[in-house]
């Protein structure tokens, strides 16, 4: 997920750590594609039981084709991928993500794939129709007001295009009240409020992001009779989706925030939380990085008080996921999958262009054996789902539309997300199942630049 709702506003990153972290991004698209390239090689490669002979001299092929298609991959496509994916903001169902979704159908089509189809959704998404923003005031005057935009660090990400940070589908709202923090929202953080015999009930409620999802936090909070959320990144968490069956608008709204609730920046978050009181529960630790002692809550009697206000809106939009298939020889009933959100709540450089330019890659080096004469033997399905970071809503739609084809014919989904994502150790999540396909996909990339071995 994303830098505005996860990060806020206050992320400090400048021009000199961004070339390192492309630079980064493009050595480890290298290496995640290899890898996909592999495991999809792998899956492609079994299915049939054969005599020791044949056995032998298939996999002496498959391993001629893996050593083939990941020398074929290059850095520069790579990176003129990415520079590609995240020239615009490409926020779900805008017409920059859908132009990018033509693009990526016309490449398919260009490679040589046996089908290339566009579906389209139509969805509920959530936008801002003006900035939210949180307000310190002192008695009847306000004396802070947290910022309206990100801070541009680079010129050319001043785009109107840039929406203001706000958080998915929370209600409009104007509301005021007394301040408390409860550290991530998690349940043993509100415990542990209420074991201090701190009360949320009639206020507002500040969390840092992290250790569990956005949606949960807010939940919890309105339970406990909140009236509204502010979710900021703290400095110390830094390191590290026609014509088909839909939920009635009112219905939907039911399971969505039931509170209006703003993302800001760290700095912004700052002046409010230092205005806080009141011991800290001594486990789980409530303490962030900021520069001094955190409390739990705005002093009854104080003068201060915080003002939420949120103009959001809930409104229909057409997304579309592109679905790309190599027809397998042997066993094209069977789909090995591989797929990728490509919406972003701004550009997107790591989530998820990343993942899609090394998606792209290895969908240009299955083109490239294609027209070698290469087939594989199970079906390959290529997936780029138009909306993913509101809600899970492209590859849901598509899942419930196939649902019966794919619980009887898929034999495994590989997702790329991100194929960057901080630090330069290789990361990946998967099925019990996938644990050792996964290992050994790692095993096969080649050792490159100054890294003795990869696995
Ligand atoms: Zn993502």
Not at 167 to 179: D, E, I
Not at 184 to 191: K, L
Request: aromatic share 10%; glycine share 8%; with cysteine.
């Amino acid at each position: 997920m994303k830098m505005l709702n996860e990060e806020g506003k206050g992320i400090s990153y400048t021009r000199q750590k961004r070339r390192p972290f492309v630079v980064a991004g493009i050595i480890l698209g290298f290496f995640v594609v290899a890898a996909l390239g592999i495991v999809v090689g792998y899956f492609i490669g079994r299915g049939q039981i054969k005599s020791c002979d044949e056995g032998k001299k298939h996999d002496d092929q498959s391993d001629k084709l893996r050593k083939e298609a990941v020398e074929m991959v290059s850095t520069d496509e790579l990176r003129s991928n990415l520079e590609y994916f995240t020239k615009v903001p490409h926020f779900p169902g805008s017409k920059e993500n859908y132009e990018l979704a033509k693009y990526i159908r016309n490449k398919w089509k260009e490679y040589g794939f046996t089908s290339v189809t566009m579906k389209k959704y139509i969805v509920m998404l959530s936008r801002p129709i003006k900035p939210g923003f949180v307000s310190l005031y002192h008695g009847g005057s306000e004396i802070f007001r947290s910022a309206d935009q990100e801070t541009f660090y680079i010129p050319s990400e001043n785009n109107s295009n840039v929406v203001t940070p706000f958080n998915a589908y929370a209600p409009s709202g104007r509301v005021k009240g007394k301040l408390v923090y409860a550290n991530y929202g998690r349940e043993e953080d509100f415990d542990a409020l209420e074991k201090l015999g701190v009360n949320c009930s009639g206020k507002i409620v500040i969390m840092r992001y992290g250790k569990i999802g956005r949606a949960t936090k807010s939940k919890r909070a309105h339970k406990l009779g909140a009236i509204g959320a502010i979710y900021y990144m703290d400095p110390q968490d830094y390191a590290r989706k026609e014509g088909m069956y839909r939920l009635p608008k009112e219905e939907a709204e039911k399971l969505l925030p039931q509170i209006p609730v703003q993302p800001i920046g760290y700095k912004d978050a700052y002046p409010l939380l230092k205005t806080l009181v009141g011991e800290l529960p001594s486990s789980p630790s409530f303490q962030g990085a900021l520069n001094f002692t955190y409390g739990v809550e705005m002093a009854e009697n104080g003068t201060r008080t915080v003002l939420l206000n949120v103009t959001n809106e809930n409104y229909d939009a057409d997304v579309y996921n592109v679905v790309g298939v190599i027809e397998g020889t042997t066993h094209p009933d069977e789909l090995v999958m591989l797929g990728n959100h490509r919406d972003a709540w701004i550009f997107g450089a790591a989530d998820p262009s990343s993942g899609t330019a090394a998606m792209m890659e290895l969908s240009r080096v299955l083109g490239e054996q294609l027209k070698k004469g290469w087939r594989p033997k199970r079906t390959i399905v290529l997936l780029s789902w138009g909306a993913e970071e509101p809600q899970y809503m492209g590859s849901v739609e598509w899942l419930e539309e196939y649902s019966r084809l794919l619980s009887a014919r898929a034999v495994a989904y590989l997702n790329v997300d991100m194929s960057v994502d901080g630090n330069y150790s290789f990361r990946a999540k998967s099925a019990p199942l996938m644990d050792w396909v996964l290992a050994k996909a790692t095993m096969k990339v080649n050792k490159t630049n100054n890294l003795n071995k990869f696995y």
